[in-house]
């Protein structure tokens, strides 16, 4: 998902990785499906315009 939009705005992974204060590896990371933090989910979500919604059921 991260990916597919970070793709749909034109931005490269350095873009990306600029815009939320990390490196560029890590967004590679990210996108080959490594652990994320939620809180740097979070980061990256609100950079690419994408809302989060958590659910207890």
Known sequence: MIKSRRKELHMSQEDLADKVGKKRPYISRIENGEDIRLSN????AN???????LKVE
Request: hydrophobic share 75%; proline share 0%.
């Open 41 to 44: 989910f979070a980061l990256l």
């Open 47 to 53: 950079a690419l315009g994408l809302s989060i919604e």
